[in-house]
């Protein structure tokens, strides 16, 4: 790839707003850390939204990039993984819905990562449907915490769905590798939303 297809790979919209989201991740964790408040719950809308854009802009704007493919995954996991470690130590989130999460994202990386080399894996419906489970729970459980405690439980459970939907998800990415390793054609995994 010359230099300057490489530049415009990287140089583009949805890719500025994939950086967004990570630059903004800090912010929000601090924030939470503190014990959720109006303007941590909001920051963290803002945080979470910076996904959707990014992949509505890559399509919309024609310019999805093999670069967005990998740092929109990475954002997420990155993201999503600091935020329910910051909502587990702040005592809003179970520790094993945690250890969980993490051990089936370890399991993914390195089960699938591995058998799909020189392939693509796409991203699965119900890859899009945990994200947004994990993602609004997360959301939800601040905005409980902040504005109506005694909700907080409720959202533990749309939480632990949203894990349980994590695992079914990670282990479709993995039987979907090893099957394109073996010729198949990859129909989930975990690469990208655009």
């Known amino acids: 790839m010359s230099t300057d297809a490489a530049d415009r790979d990287w140089a583009t919209l949805p890719n500025a ?11 929000v964790c601090v924030l939470l850390a503190r014990g959720p408040d109006t303007l941590a719950v909001v920051l963290l809308l803002v945080w979470a939204s910076t ?33 329910v470690l910051t909502l587990a130590l702040a005592g ?12 089936v994202d370890l399991a993914v990386t390195a089960l699938a990562s591995g058998a799909a080399l020189g392939g693509r894996i796409r991203v699965s419906w119900l890859g899009k449907i945990r994200t947004a489970l994990l993602m609004t729970s997360v959301f939800l459980l601040a905005a409980a915490a902040a504005w109506a405690p005694g909700l907080v439980g409720a959202v533990q459970v749309l939480l632990w769905v949203g894990v349980a939907v994590h695992v079914v998800s990670g282990a479709g990415y993995v039987l979907s590798a090893r099957s394109s390793r073996h010729g198949a054609p990859a129909e989930a995994g975990p690469p990208s939303r655009r």
């Open 92 to 103: 809003l989130l179970p520790w094993a819905a945690l250890v969980v999460i993490l051990l």
């Open 17 to 27: 707003v994939t950086l967004l989201r990570l630059v903004l991740l800090a912010p």
């Open 51 to 83: 996904d959707w854009v990014d992949g509505l802009l890559a399509r919309t704007l024609g310019q999805t990039s093999r670069v967005g493919e990998i740092i929109d995954p990475i954002a997420d996991r990155i993201g999503l993984v600091a935020i």
